[in-house]
């Protein structure tokens, strides 16, 4: 029809963008202005037609398809743009352009220092291979665009190579991003082995007649090297060393878009791949969904880097996420499937929530941080009165994650909670408590978030100044604040529209493999969303208005009450004493609580050093060092006991390297005697 | 826990009259005379936050003692504050030592007008007998504008109440 | 007309009627201590003399200080206004659902520990971080026993569970008396009441409500106590009309209406009377064992729980 190929063209159109965007500011790398401009100008192209190609997908249904036949069968370029991989383009897309707004004037300070032809090269190759990981068909081909869009992401985040933390965060990151492949290619090739062919739909139909136990392998596999990308704890420990090494704009989409495409291969293979999922899948990712939320959240509070504290809440929300995917394939298993619709509405909703909020505030960090030239929280202070629009904005992202009303945080966050509910009332004892104890992990992880982002607003932006910078500070210029205008104006306005994204979504999982011809449990219009069995409903337009109302009616009834009142200016009080900026609160002081009350989880350290002036007197002692950390059980319990066996493995491998080159012969020669005895017998 | 509430309820009232407050002396004015509005507004709650300016805590155990189940100056709709940005009335004791100057300027300045300033105490009033001292600035009078004055050393707590009652017309005949 | 009537009636109820509950909290702890105390329309008095002042207002301060007290109160009007009062049959429904009242006052609190450290005192720093702590606690357990009550009324709107709860036999009902002494320990904590919290301390190392608002003055801390007094009265008018509905209006009638806004009256001063009672028992516990407190509010509500599903 005409839109599938209007939806076609401008996808098309997309990639060839960003391919002459990267390309081009390659090319122009002797001139820092030029490439800025051209590298930024072609993403927002690209950005700008992948929207609408996406868009007019899921508007009017156009979903298309596109294979290239070529004669070498490994390297077909098959896309399948169907809803759900148009909802990932949407959010991808969106994102990048509000960034590439953003790094239009962001990137001037990395002229003469950095090569920013190598930057928006590195940049349009990252976005074009999240697109292509998204709309991929062949697994061949998704295994290329994958590793297209870690390597691009890995040269984006040591893009400061200056700096020694940044290399080691990209080695970590490049370590483990494929890790996470390698557990995706054995995956894949099971998924070969077991349909016989590459090709995602073809392997849709044959997945039915797959034994069980290659299943859960598959299940395993996958769960093991997305989760690696989506950043699930364990398996978490590059994310917060790799989103704060790499330039804002581009933490921005990591944190934002990059992690939710490992959510979206979950959807695609366990979903839409897989029929008949059996019940313990979904149990285990809701396990670990309330695991990684309340880890996520905990380890956020202890942080004092802003953008380590932003990358921890994206651990959390990606917990998130996985309460809504997990509870879906629960129901799935159990062939309710309009719950796990319900379910499914609730983890993409998510999804896009929190690439919105989660890339305005890495963009309103990264402002920040630009500024004053430092991730350092106990630094700040007081920057609202230097940098107004970036505090209003970051504060907008704040109340967002915190799932606070009238924003799209706090609808994404009721849905999950009603999924969770739903399962508590209608499934049986076993299966009910698990959704118990996540709907409290949920609970929890809400009051939390919303401590550390009072925290996180509250030391950066209020009180007094803390260091001398900030006194310099002003506020950033036109490009930046557009593009955090242009979100926090989204997380309003989807939260108020909340109905009317339902529905869409509604209309993408209705487009996948298990939910044809279901009806929703879910009812949505512009104004309200509601449970059909009546059991909840929520219009946050309504809750919008009377607050507003409210406020300007109590605003005006005070006002004319109190007219003649005056206002008189005068220093804080804090009982007659002279107020320097060492006696307001810290950010390690204010969670400081919340470290002490969850230290058996937290594991809180604490190391003090001191100097004496005569070590034999001892009386006289100069300033002490009192050093505060979490340990770093990651490390201790799980990795370092795998690094040592792997290294105790190779260790004996290694005798087969005895350098002399007649053993390698023999070594042949038996290889080939067990061949041929293979190829008789 | 029971025989706890029985000697609550067992205890006789000592809460002393209003009536037997009523004495005939004078207040002292410092300044202007209350303006009826502002009397009006203070009238039935009235915030008090207590400043010590370097006193021998006589008047402040006084003053402790005006919250006790014997005088309760609760009931007339006095309560004593923390912050001085929510009090209507600074009540200093003490003579102001030196240190205690800048200390006693910014709370006046932190407390939201209309504002009342009361000395309590002689050493309040005029240094009492600290006056003269190197150490001390010989009263409340020389650091902020004071309204009035409750002579005394220290002065009881019935008298304090009288004043404080007598202040506002709560005695007004009608 | 009368529509209009009834819904003037809920939405004034909640503020007018606050600062009668604080007064008469503080009439008993005064009983208590042998005196005599001030009258319970002392609140009252108190507003209307601040509304009567002028304010000072901290030089550090941003426009963050000066409009969270407006937004609130404006939270607090709403709240009061969608929850069960003196009838079920205004289903207000889309401000009453469970996790809206919660999540609303959950938008409130975050303003205030804002405002706190907007000032740069030592006090409202310390005085947020603890806040957002007990708040952060707190939700798990006021969610859950609000979610005991809906599992067992079948909806999260709040008019459908007292409706539901008043038609509840008798045999069912020892879940619900779980869940209501997990909603006390929730209120307690939210409402800033002993055990957690000492409302009338002066001592600021123990404060932890009122150190946030150390700073404001006149109008603006008018609305600020105005709006704590309605958080109370919630709080008192959700554990009286959603765990012991009985006597609220069914249908629209005057004198249904009246019978029920008694009732109300008379189960909120039940309740308040306790608390009072409580605060005059008991002393406030240590910062740290407060975190026990709430866990142990939020296993009762999971027992609840378990014994409804």
Redesign the interface.
């Known amino acids: 029809m005409f839109s599938s190929s209007l939806a076609q063209f401008f996808f098309f159109s997309s990639l060839i963008a960003l391919i002459i965007g990267a390309l081009g500011s390659l090319w122009l790398r002797k001139n820092d202005h030029a490439a800025n401009l051209w590298g930024n100008t072609f993403s927002m192209v690209g950005a700008i037609t992948g929207l609408i190609a996406s868009v007019t997908v899921l508007l009017f249904g156009a979903t298309f398809s596109y294979s290239s036949g070529s004669s070498l069968s490994l390297l077909t370029l098959s896309f399948n743009i169907d809803k759900l991989a148009a909802f990932f383009i949407f959010i991808i897309t969106l994102i990048s352009l509000c960034a590439s707004i953003y790094a239009l004037g962001y990137v001037k300070h990395y002229y003469k220092q950095y090569s920013l032809g190598a930057l928006g090269f590195f940049y349009n190759l990252f976005i074009a291979g999240m697109i292509l990981v998204v709309s991929a068909s062949n697994t061949f081909f998704f295994l290329i665009v994958w590793e297209i869009m870690s390597l691009a992401s890995y040269f984006l985040v040591i893009f400061e190579h200056k700096e020694k933390d940044n290399i080691k965060a990209g080695s970590l990151y490049f370590i483990m991003t494929h890790i996470g492949t390698a557990f995706i290619m054995c995956a894949f090739l099971l998924l070969y082995q077991a349909t016989g062919s590459f090709d995602f739909l073809v392997i849709k139909g044959q997945l039915g007649n797959v034994s069980p136990l290659i299943k859960n392998i598959i299940f395993i596999l996958s769960l093991l090297g997305f989760g690696t990308k989506a950043g699930i704890i364990p398996v978490h420990i590059w994310l917060p060393k790799a989103h704060p090494a790499s330039p804002s704009h581009v933490s921005a989409l990591m944190s934002g878009v990059m992690i939710k495409t490992g959510v979206y291969m979950f959807i695609r293979i366990f979903i839409d791949l897989m029929p008949n999922v059996p019940l313990w899948w979904g149990i285990i990712i809701i396990i670990i969904g309330s695991i990684s939320a309340l880890l996520g959240v905990l380890y956020a509070l202890t942080e004092h880097d802003i953008k380590k504290l932003l990358a921890y809440h994206s651990i959390e929300n990606i917990g998130i996420i996985l309460l809504g995917l997990g509870s879906s394939l629960v129901f799935l298993a159990l062939d309710m499937k309009s719950l796990a619709m319900l379910g499914l509405v609730a983890a993409l909703f998510h999804t896009l929530n929190h690439a919105i909020f989660k890339a305005l505030l890495f963009l309103g960090a990264g402002s920040v941080i630009l500024k004053m030239k430092t991730r350092n929280i106990e630094a700040y202070g007081g920057i609202i009165k230097y940098m107004p629009q970036t505090a209003f904005f970051f504060l907008i992202g704040s109340i967002a994650i915190s799932a606070l009303p009238p924003f799209n945080g706090f609808f994404s966050e009721w849905i999950t909670f009603q999924t969770l509910f739903s399962g508590i009332r209608s499934l049986d004892v076993s299966v009910q408590w698990i959704f118990l104890l996540a709907a409290g992990a949920l609970a929890f992880t809400g009051g939390l978030a919303a401590a550390c982002f009072v925290k996180a607003f509250g030391t950066t932006f209020l009180a007094r100044p803390r260091s001398e910078a900030v006194r310099q500070t002003k506020e950033v210029s036109l490009s930046l604040r557009i593009g955090m205008a242009i979100l926090a104006v989204l997380t309003l306005l989807i939260g108020l529209f909340s109905g009317a994204v339902t529905a869409i979504l509604l209309s993408v999982i209705a487009n996948l493999n298990p939910f044809y011809h279901v009806n929703g449990v879910v009812l949505s219009n512009l104004s309200s969303v509601s449970l059909q069995d009546g059991f909840a409903a929520v219009s946050v337009p309504t809750i919008f208005i009377s607050l507003v109302l409210a406020m300007v009616m109590i605003f005006f009834i005070v006002h004319r009450l109190t007219r003649d009142r005056t206002i008189t200016k005068a220093a804080t009080w804090d009982c007659g004493t002279q107020l320097g900026s060492r006696m307001e609160i810290t950010a390690t002081g204010f969670a400081r609580s919340i470290i002490t009350i969850f230290s058996g989880i937290l594991k809180p350290t604490k190391q003090t050093g001191i100097e004496y002036h005569d070590v034999a007197m001892r009386y006289v002692p100069k300033p002490m060092s009192v050093k505060l950390e979490i340990e770093d059980v990651y490390g201790t319990y799980f990795y370092q006991p795998i690094i040592k066996v792997v290294t105790k493995i190779s260790e004996q491998m290694k005798k087969i390297q005895s350098g002399s080159v007649n053993i390698y012969v023999l070594y042949l020669f038996i290889s080939l005697m067990i061949l041929l005895v293979f190829l008789v017998i | ?1 029971f025989k ?2 029985y000697k ?1 309820f067992s ?1 006789p ?3 002393i009259d209003v009536k037997s407050l009523n004495r005939s002396d004078d207040i002292t004015v410092i300044g202007q005379q209350l303006e009826k509005k502002v009397k009006k ?2 009238k ?2 009235l ?1 008090i936050r207590e400043v010590d300016t370097g006193s021998t805590n006589a008047c402040e155990q006084e003053l402790t003692a005006l919250s ?2 014997y005088y ?1 100056i ?4 006095i ?8 009090a ?1 009335m600074l009540m200093v004791t003490g003579a102001v030592s030196r240190n ?1 100057r ?3 300027i ?2 006046y ?6 504002k009342l300033v009361v000395a309590v105490g002689d050493d309040a009033i005029n240094g009492g007998i600290f006056r003269g001292s190197y150490a001390v600035l010989d009263g409340v009078a020389s650091v902020i504008p004071v309204d009035f004055q409750i002579p005394g050393d220290p002065p009881s707590p019935k008298t304090i109440l009288c004043y404080l009652l007598k202040m506002f017309d709560v005695f007004e005949v009608k | 007309m009368d529509t209009i009537i009834f819904w003037t009636i809920q939405l004034l109820l909640v503020p007018f009627l606050s600062p009668l509950f604080i007064g008469l909290v503080r009439k008993i702890k005064a009983k208590f201590q042998n005196r005599a105390g001030a009258s319970v329309v002392q609140p009252y008095r108190d507003l209307w003399k601040l509304l009567h002042k002028d304010e000072v207002i901290s030089t550090d301060a941003s426009w963050i200080f000066k409009f969270a007290p407006y937004l609130i109160f404006a939270v607090m009007i709403i709240v009061g206004a969608s929850i069960p009062l003196v009838t079920v049959v205004f289903s207000n429904n889309f401000l009453s659902d469970l996790l809206v009242i919660v999540y609303l006052m959950a938008l409130s609190t975050f303003f205030l520990a804002l405002a706190g450290i907007d000032v740069g005192s030592a006090f409202g720093g310390f005085g947020s971080s603890r806040e957002m702590t007990v708040a952060a606690l707190t939700e798990g357990g006021l969610i859950f026993s609000l979610l005991a009550v809906a599992l067992a009324a079948h909806s999260t709107n709040l008019f459908k569970i007292t409706a539901a709860i008043s038609s509840l036999s008798l045999y069912s009902f020892a879940p619900v008396v779980l869940a209501f002494l997990a909603f006390v320990l929730a209120l307690l904590a939210e409402t800033a009441r002993f055990p957690f919290d000492n409302p009338a301390t002066h001592l600021e190392l123990t404060m932890i409500h009122e150190a946030m608002i150390l700073e404001y003055s006149g109008k603006r801390l008018a609305l600020i106590e105005w709006a704590a007094a309605s958080k109370f009265l919630i709080f008192l008018a959700l554990g009286a009309n959603l765990f012991f509905p009985w006597g609220i209006a069914i249908t629209m009638g005057w004198l249904s209406i009246g019978i029920a806004l008694g009732l109300l009256i008379l189960k909120v001063t039940f309740i308040s009377s306790f608390v009072a009672i409580l605060e005059s028992s008991i002393a406030k516990y240590r910062f740290f064992r407060l975190p026990d407190l709430l866990f142990i509010s939020f296993i009762l509500s999971l027992i609840a729980i378990s014994l409804i599903i």
């Open positions: 826990m706890f509430y609550i205890t009232k000592t809460v507004l203070f039935g709650s915030a006790n189940a309760d609760e009931r007339f709709g309560h004593f504050v923390a912050s001085p940005r929510h209507d205690m800048e200390a006693l910014k709370t300045e932190a407390t939201p007008t209309p």
